[in-house]
């Protein structure tokens, strides 16, 4: 959950004011997320470079303990529970923070010294027909003659209403026919390029196709590792028809590597990706844990051959990667 707090501490502090305030650096956020995304990036990268970072860097923030990244920062924040969570927690956390900033389901919180009955009204009201919730709290200030010390009392007046909500079982992978997922394709010039593609990558040692009802293609690479064997995914290619994609159903080839690859792979392949950059206009995305090259499809620049040789040197380039001892 995203909290976005807003304090007046003026004794004339307008608490409707701050509503408005609190409201407008919500949708400041949640538009900054929606450009990103559209733009082809992630929306925790976007808030990290946007909001996170400039505010580490601040005046604001204690100089001596200030994080150099997002991770790092929470991890500071929760480091007994990162610990008993293990090494995914950071995967977990982030993909929960990315549809946070897409949603707009944000948490509000107002203090000020006065919230009349009227505003604590309007706080109610925004927070059971919302799609997010509002909290107010008003805090009362005491400090002796010579203020030599200072106490700031505070105690809601406003609280969202409990939120009732029927508990949701999670869908497992439903796998479909490769014919099932190109027919969902939603335009014939992308359809046709998958077609073409497909029939390349079918062949390769050790890759397997996956297609699920929920609109993805996958690409994933099994090897040796440790003692047994890891799966790492090259592509989370969508399908536009099948309710992928944010803001416009469009069909996407995301070539690169996913969140939960080990660093030894990420930096094996880091210079493949930048060569789908270069030399294919792939747009490139970065999260903290995953990087692609992106393209929507069709794209006129792109050719199947030339696009599955790439993926066979990725292949090549996962395999050649030194076993651990």
């Known amino acids: 959950m995203l909290v976005i707090v807003e304090v007046k501490r003026d004794k004339e502090g307008d608490a409707r004011r701050a509503i408005a305030q609190a409201l407008d650096y919500g949708s400041d956020i949640w538009h900054e997320m929606r450009e990103a995304v559209r733009g082809g990036r992630e929306a925790t990268t976007a808030f990290e470079e946007t909001v996170a970072i400039p505010y580490f860097t601040s005046s604001r923030y204690p100089e001596k303990d200030r994080p150099q990244s997002l991770r790092e920062a929470a991890t500071g924040l929760w480091e007994s529970m990162t610990e008993s969570a293990g090494t995914n927690w950071w995967d977990s956390f982030q993909g929960s923070l990315e ?25 109610e009201y925004l927070s059971a ?64 390029f998958f077609q073409q593609l497909i029939p390349h990558l079918e062949p390769i040692p050790g890759v397997h196709l996956v297609y699920t009802q929920a609109g993805y293609f996958g690409i994933t690479l099994s090897r040796p590792w440790g003692d047994g064997s890891i799966k790492l995914w090259l592509s989370d290619s969508y399908s536009g028809g099948l309710g992928r994609g944010l803001f416009a159903p469009r069909d996407v080839l995301r070539l ?62 996962v395999t050649g990667v030194p076993e651990i001892e």
Request: negative net charge.
């Open 99 to 123: 549809s946070t900033l897409i949603s707009g389901r944000y948490a509000y919180i107002v203090f000020a010294p006065n919230i009349p009955e009227n505003v604590r009204t309007t706080i």
């Open 129 to 192: 027909t919302a799609n997010f919730s509002f909290a107010a709290v008003e805090v009362d200030h005491f400090t002796d003659k010579a203020k030599n010390f200072e106490v700031y009392a505070p105690h809601a007046v406003a609280v969202p209403p409990p939120i009732t909500k029927p508990v949701s079982i999670s869908r497992p992978t439903v796998h479909i026919s490769c014919d099932q997922w190109l027919a969902t394709l939603t335009s014939d010039e992308g359809r046709d």
């Open 256 to 317: 690169g590597y996913s969140q939960g690859t080990p660093e030894v792979f990420r930096q094996a392949l880091d210079p493949w990706i930048s060569s789908l950059v270069s030399e294919f206009g792939a747009q490139e995305m970065r999260a903290t844990q995953s990087r692609y090259g992106r393209w929507d499809i069709p794209d006129r620049r792109l050719d199947a051959t030339r696009v599955a040789e790439a993926i066979a040197k990725a292949v090549q380039i």
